[in-house]
């Protein structure tokens, strides 16, 4: 078992690496709207409030982080991220602790949460992200800590146990557009995973996204059946571009040195904002922001330490869309024409204000 640990919190997230986006349920379960108080404006920190906690409240939340794989990978580090900005942001005057701890089996899940949990050092526990059976096992003998999940192939447990989730559909298919209306030969792909819902999810959207304003293109996705292979993934892009796709979803990390060293080819990135990894290539990286759910479980915390306000999970996933501060674009290339800039903006506001409607289709790709 890896430990990395950080207190005070300081943390810069790498974001050269994949997202792994763990699960294989066959349809995502309802979810249940955020409370109002729980959704930051996409772009901006968290709001602090109040600034200074009252005589006699707690003043830090000391925060476990269990992991699948490492804190580099988007997936990961962008949650790690939320936490870094709600502790600049100091909701209810809060410092804030991390401990990360990386590399740990599904298999190992519940050991390690339960000797976090005896160890009386953390009032959150974040296992993520396809842990609720172990938290299940575990989070009804510690009652007074908040246990949380996230991701697919989960299932809810109520009480003191959250399960949270971002989806990043919307600015996929956002990015879509931008394949739709810059592509030369009308075939665009995806290198992706596993056709696991968190993964089908932003490559559906991307595609419907590109025939919103293209009808005649066509579109591929190769599945590289692992999490992390670089190698693996630039071979899939490599033969896509061969097959004539000039637009590649990189759901995974490699894609990118097959665009670079091809004519007239563009990616987007996944999760993370990953222009500044390939600047020549990438368009733009729908973004997973979980500022809006990690300020939600802090809330959940702070009404049951400070007024005793029993935990009450819901009986389904939180899911926070792009309206509620879960995700958006991230930076966009200068070399994006501007009729395209023009058209994901005026899409992106219609979907900001419930105009636009993207359905969430995580089922196979057609």
């Not at 056709?195 to 293109?217: C, H, M, T």
């Amino acid at each position: 078992m890896k430990k990395r640990i950080w207190a005070p919190f300081a943390v810069i997230a790498a974001f050269a690496l994949v997202a792994a986006a763990c699960g294989d349920d066959d349809a995502a379960p309802a979810t249940v709207a955020p409370i109002a108080t729980a959704a930051p404006a996409a772009t901006a920190a968290p709001t602090a409030a109040p600034a200074v906690a009252p005589a006699g409240n707690p003043t830090q939340l000391d925060v476990a982080m269990v992991l699948v794989g490492v804190k580099e990978e988007p997936y990961y580090s962008t949650l790690i991220d939320s936490v870094s900005r709600a502790t600049d942001a100091k909701p209810h005057g809060l410092a804030f602790s991390l401990e990360v701890i990386e590399e740990i089996s599904f298999a190992d899940g519940e050991r390690v949460i339960r000797d976090l949990a005896q160890t009386g050092l953390y009032e959150m526990i974040i296992a993520h992200s396809t842990y609720w059976d172990s938290i299940a096992a575990v989070a009804p003998e510690f009652p007074d800590i908040v246990f949380v999940f996230s991701g697919s192939g989960n299932q809810p447990v109520g009480g003191n146990a959250y399960w949270i989730d971002v989806f990043i559909h919307e600015p996929a298919y956002l990015a879509g557009i931008m394949a739709g209306m810059m592509t030369e030969t009308n075939q665009i792909s995806g290198v992706a995973a596993f056709p696991f819902p968190n993964v089908n999810a932003p490559l559906n959207a991307f595609i419907e996204g590109a025939k919103s304003v293209n009808p005649d293109v066509t579109a591929e996705v190769t599945y590289i059946d692992s999490w992390f292979d670089p190698a693996k993934a630039k071979d899939a892009a490599a033969a896509q571009i061969a097959s004539g796709s000039d637009m590649i979803y990189a759901e995974r990390f490699g894609p990118f040195t097959a665009a670079e060293e091809s004519d007239r080819v563009f990616a987007f990135g996944h999760f993370s904002d990953q222009l500044g990894i390939s600047p020549e290539v990438v368009l733009t990286s729908p973004l997973a922001i979980w500022d809006p759910a990690f300020n939600r479980l802090v809330e959940e915390w702070w009404l049951h330490a400070t007024e005793g306000k029993p935990y009450d999970a819901p009986m389904q996933r939180i899911m926070f869309l792009m309206r509620d501060g879960g995700s958006d674009l991230g930076n966009i290339n200068d070399a994006l024409p501007e009729d395209v800039k023009a058209a994901v903006d005026e899409a992106r506001a219609a979907i900001l204000s419930g105009d636009l409607l993207i359905a969430l289709n995580p089922g196979p790709i057609e």
